[in-house]
């Protein structure tokens, strides 16, 4: 039996001991490596290329969000699994339209825990079920419909985190090997579809939208 290759990303080296002692007791599960930050995420899933990562939200440097949408923007079909005690609206729904495969929390049972990593292993979703409902509501209520981030590119996603990271045009250029000229192009365009139109009121979407750390680096 093919064993599932698994990443653990968390701040706490307690929660990762914990979490690779757990899932030492299955069969069918070996833990590959793990990472205390977002930057160690992305930097382990190039060099280990787990089955499953399995990420918090809230972390120093880059959070989870933010290595989540670096990771499959590098490989599309790469499994991650939230594991967090964030469990609001807030978190959930930009993590989900990300791409994440599911989302449990982290007072949810052992049990839910590694069924979450063989779904979302199997290219299934697994929501924890109280996440399960707050997506219904969320959808139900048009909520999701209702937020202007959905309707920005993926490249203008890029854009809106790195110019709220403070990176200027130049620099962004760099990172996304796009021109400057470009960057401006989508810069202008994101920032007309979340009617943001000057830096101070990005970096406060993006911090209001967990699209980046205040504390971190």
């Not at 969320?138 to 993926?154: F, N, T, V, Y």
């Not at 854009?159 to 989508?186: F, R």
Request: aromatic share 6%; proline share 5%.
């Amino acid at each position: 039996m093919a064993r599932i290759k698994v990443l653990l990303v968390d701040d706490h080296a307690i929660l990762r001991a914990g979490l690779r002692s757990l899932l030492a007791t299955y069969d069918d599960i070996e833990v590959v490596g793990e990472a205390s930050n977002g930057e160690e995420a992305i930097q382990k899933a190039r060099e280990l290329k787990p089955d499953v990562i399995v990420m918090d939200v809230m972390m120093p440097g880059k959070n989870g969000l933010i290595a989540t949408r670096y990771i499959l923007e590098e490989n599309p079909d790469m499994r991650i699994l939230m594991l967090t005690q964030y469990g609001n609206k807030e978190y959930v729904l930009p993590l989900l339209e990300a791409g994440v495969g599911g989302y449990v929390l982290k007072q949810a049972a052992d049990t839910d825990f590694v069924k979450g990593i063989r779904a979302v292993y199997e290219g299934n979703s697994y929501l924890y079920p109280p996440i399960a409902k707050l997506v219904l509501d969320g959808l139900m209520a048009g909520e999701d419909a209702a937020d202007p981030e959905r309707h920005l590119s993926p490249r203008e996603r890029q854009v809106l985190i790195l110019v709220a990271q403070g990176y200027t045009n130049n620099e962004i250029a760099e990172i996304l090997h796009i021109s400057p000229k470009t960057v401006d192009v989508h810069r202008t365009r994101m920032m007309n579809k979340l009617d943001l139109h000057n830096v101070a009121k990005i970096v406060c979407y993006a911090v209001r939208r967990h699209l980046i750390d205040p504390y971190g680096d």
